[in-house]
């Protein structure tokens, strides 16, 4: 039975010898030791937004909004060091013939609730139709988001013509 045993052992010794990757003890009490690796993978810098919104209805010389509902930009670069910025541009608002400019409008950032590491500052400005900067990430690690809920209100000239005005407003994340 013993040389059995011996047999076993000495198999087994051979056979781990004979594995090339497998960790030994050196010496009696040196316990073996495995490398893990993975890898992180990264995604891409999105930004969502509503397909329309409707600011609702007032008269000449008045002002005219409302929020147009959630934005969020989705970091999933994965970075040590991530940073981005918003921008937002307005067309002119057109109704047949008349138009009120963009730069009748506004765009008003309000809160904005964050997960993950980035530090978020916003900047309310007058619409134009050149892109703005109305929201900036910085000092991010890793993947973030940024959601808010901009308010656009338009400053109805006192000699606008009834009827609906439509314009586009392009916001975009890089």
């Known amino acids: 039975m013993r040389a059995r045993i011996l047999s076993a052992a000495a198999a087994a010794a051979a056979l781990a010898l004979a ?32 397909a329309s919104a409707a600011l609702g209805s007032g008269a000449p010389g008045t002002s005219i909004g409302a929020p147009i509902g959630p934005c969020t930009v989705v970091d999933n670069r994965a970075l040590l060091s991530a940073s981005w910025t918003v921008t937002a541009a307005e067309t002119d608002f057109v109704n047949g013939p008349s138009t009120i400019p963009a730069t009748d409008a506004t765009y008003t950032v309000g809160s904005v609730t964050t997960t993950g590491t980035i530090t978020v500052t916003s900047t309310n400005v007058t619409l134009s139709n050149s892109a703005q900067t109305v929201l900036t990430g910085s000092a991010g690690v890793g993947d973030n988001t940024a959601t808010w809920d901009p308010t656009v209100t338009v400053s109805v000239p006192a000699s ?14 890089a």
Not at 22 to 27: G, I, M, R, W
Not at 164 to 172: A, E, F, R
């Open 19 to 50: 594995q090339p990757g497998l960790a030994l003890a050196e010496e009696e009490g040196d316990d073996p030791s495995t490398t893990v690796t993975f890898v992180v993978t990264s995604g891409a810098l999105t930004l969502s937004v509503p």
């Open 160 to 173: 606008a013509v009834s009827g609906l005005y439509t314009g586009t407003l392009t916001q975009s994340v």
